[in-house]
């Protein structure tokens, strides 16, 4: 059990002890310990901490909406860690590998069993995970922790893009460029093309080529169509992972600049801020999110929780791989049929990895950022707070100054525990040359 902050209020608890007994704390009377005395009049500090998932310490809103910003973090961090090390686990069972198998064991592994070229072996590309904060969660949290905040008129800034709130007189501020996603109109995309390119005719393939390729062809199907990488001209259909240009039908998401700043029905409009600049954002906001003003605390609780509420979508990938050119006709069918069945699993699987390998490291920062301000804007905060105010402040101020010290072992705890996890994952992902 944690000691009683005496924070120099022992004399005076004392002494008011009887006055407490007859108003505030009618039901504690001589015949009770002085500790059990002070725990009915609220004046001790709670027996669990932080470490323990409680984060009511001080009864000061501010203060206490803080600390529960590194019990939000400390569980996040381990939800990102499990789920990391969960996905792994999956992908060795499927290889028949220990669940803490290292990532070459995983490639050999794969490589093995599935007949692919050895010295090919299986690349993996595709487009970093995209992590978005919300800004209504930002505001809402610095609500939450400060009361002269208004929800409805309160605004968060956002460095590098935002997107909008979905609705028909969605824009950008005339600061940022406007740019839409989604089906482009008559399928003709002035822009980027995410997922299938229709080809015209032939044209270079920056993803899987599905058809003719006039150079080699990383992979085959089983009809001796290309349906891998192709470093010639492709003819047939170009499935990008990435977004690139396409010449011909985009039959994926279009990514393109309106003329006139507005989107077609079922777009999804995104503004984007200039260098070094920012834009107000009402959405989700893919950058650095900058919380209402509000007091030092607060701002800081509230930007620690947007970030550790962060959401990183799984990209799709795009695979480069070759089977083993001793395989018979038959052989190389039976292996291809096998490594198909196989990729439906390791695919999702392995896209889980890189969104929470890239949520793993938002987490981390913001786990830093709270370090940082526990022992700065946090701890001015409690030190600055009117002692005299009642005798229940007085003690509350006590127990956020000893809880503060914990915070750092606190937070090293989950964040070590996180950057193992992280490192199996990059660790994994770059073994296929991602």
């Known amino acids: 059990m944690r000691k009683l902050i005496d924070y120099r209020i022992a004399g005076l608890v004392l002494a008011v002890a009887g006055a407490f007994s007859t108003q505030a ?15 009915q009049c609220g004046l001790t500090c709670p027996d669990k901490g932080i470490a323990e998932g409680n984060a009511s310490i001080s009864g000061i809103q501010g203060i206490d909406a803080f600390f529960g910003s590194v019990v939000n973090f400390n569980a996040k961090a381990s939800l990102v860690s499990e789920n990391i090390t969960s996905e792994i686990a999956k992908i060795n069972a499927s290889l028949g590998l220990a669940a803490d198998a290292p990532a070459a064991d995983i490639k050999a592994a794969i490589i093995a069993k599935f007949h692919l070229d050895a010295k090919a072996g299986l690349k993996i590309a595709y487009t970093p995970a995209k992590c978005a904060v919300s800004a209504k969660a930002t505001i809402e949290a610095t609500a939450k922790c400060d009361a002269t905040v208004n929800p409805g008129k309160a605004e968060v800034t956002c460095s590098g893009t935002c997107e909008a709130e979905a609705s028909v007189d969605a824009k950008c501020d005339a600061s940022a ?4 996603t ?10 980027e093309c995410k997922g299938s390119c229709e080809l015209d005719a032939a044209a270079s393939c920056s993803g899987t080529c599905k058809g003719t390729c006039s150079g080699t062809c990383s992979a085959t199907d089983a009809m001796g169509q290309c349906a891998g990488s192709c470093d010639g001209m492709c003819t047939g259909t170009c499935e990008m992972a990435a977004s690139a240009e396409c010449k011909g039908k985009c039959k994926g998401e279009c990514t393109y600049t309106p003329p006139d700043g507005k989107c077609e029905a079922g777009a999804t409009l995104k503004c984007e801020a200039a260098a070094k600049g920012s834009v107000m954002c009402n959405g989700k906001c893919e950058g650095t999110v900058e919380p209402p003003m509000a007091s030092a605390e607060c701002q800081a609780s509230a930007k620690a929780d947007a970030s550790v509420n962060v959401e990183c979508t799984p990209p799709s990938l795009d695979l480069a791989y070759q089977f083993d050119a ?6 190389q069918a039976d292996a291809q ?3 198909e069945a196989f990729l439906v699993g390791f695919k999702g699987s392995f896209s889980a990895i890189v969104a929470d390998l890239a949520q793993s490291k938002v987490v981390l920062q913001a786990g830093a950022d709270i370090g940082t301000s526990a022992k700065g804007a946090v701890s001015d905060a409690v030190s600055a707070i009117d002692v005299t105010a009642s005798l229940k402040v007085s003690v509350g101020v006590g127990c956020a100054l000893t809880e503060l010290g914990n915070v750092a072992t606190a937070l090293k705890a989950s964040s070590d525990k996180l950057t193992a996890s992280g490192k199996a994952a990059a660790d994994l992902t770059a073994s296929f040359g991602s």
């Open 337 to 339: 049929a096998n490594f």
């Open 182 to 191: 989604g089906t482009a109109p008559m399928l003709a995309c002035e822009g």
């Open 177 to 180: 460029t406007a740019k839409c």
């Open 25 to 39: 704390c009618d039901k504690a009377n001589d015949a009770l310990g002085n500790n059990e005395l002070l725990k």
């Open 326 to 331: 001793k395989l018979t006709a038959a052989a």
